[in-house]
């Protein structure tokens, strides 16, 4: 199984609400990403766990909160979101924290903040 | 700090014509290439890598890319291309330990029939 699975794939939330996006794999790996793509352009990776400790923070403003309960798991709660920040959400997995390794992602969550 | 550079933004090609998508990265050491496809509406696959060894690296759907280090180039060919290969390319490069991706700024790739 090398898939890695995100919920859900559209989500649509107003400026005042909470809401969290969900990431699975079960390939055995031990870094996961959370990277924000705008149309046309590449992925900005924002959040990086590695042995389900948050090794990078791409200086994420905090109404972006990661959390990873375990190591097939990772979230990020969204709270106070602004228009700007629609996009598409994609996470990512890697066997390790290594710049030989490659990294599987998922389909992507599309949010729009209205 | 490292850079990539896609040199086209876009390339038009016609069914079962050759495609080159090129990439240019800046490091000093020794790094780990990689190009990646992503399809409408879809998260990003994994086309091909380089970590060492032959130059030379053949990936997934036909494409193959060159590493030359003295250009620090890692182009994306592809001899005869289809419909379906109609996407957005993405040559990456990370450095040694850490596993921090750097993009370029992608290739969209049009195919007509």
């Known amino acids: 199984d090398t898939e890695v699975t995100q919920t859900p794939k559209h989500l649509v939330m107003g400026m005042t609400n909470k809401k969290s996006l969900k990431c699975e794999q079960h390939?055995?790996?031990?870094?996961m990403y959370w990277y924000k793509q705008k149309a046309k352009k590449p992925p900005e990776l924002m959040f990086v766990y590695s042995y389900e400790k948050l090794s990078i923070n791409e200086s994420v403003p905090s109404r972006f909160s990661p959390e990873c309960p375990n190591s097939s798991l990772l979230n990020l709660h969204l709270h106070a979101l602004q228009p700007e920040d629609s996009a598409l959400y994609l996470c990512?997995?890697?066997?390790?924290?290594?710049?030989?390794?490659?990294?599987?992602f998922g389909p992507g969550t599309r949010l729009t903040v209205t | 700090a490292q850079s990539v550079t896609q040199l086209d933004s876009q390339v038009p090609v016609f069914e079962e014509a050759p495609v080159e998508l090129r990439c240019n990265y800046s490091s000093s050491v020794s790094v780990y290439l990689f190009w990646y496809v992503q399809y409408p509406n879809q998260g990003l696959q994994l086309l091909l890598k380089?970590?060492?060894?032959?130059?030379l690296v053949k990936g997934i759907n036909g494409f193959e890319a060159e590493f030359n280090k003295s250009q620090t180039s890692f182009h994306l060919r592809k001899p005869s291309v289809h419909i379906s290969d109609t996407a957005e390319y993405f040559c990456a490069v990370s450095e040694g330990v850490a596993g921090k991706l750097i993009f370029g700024q992608g290739t969209e790739l049009s195919v007509k029939p």
């Open positions: 990512a997995s890697s066997q390790d924290y290594s710049g030989s390794y490659e990294q599987y």
């Open positions: 380089y970590l060492s060894g032959s130059t």
């Open positions: 390939m055995g790996h031990r870094a």
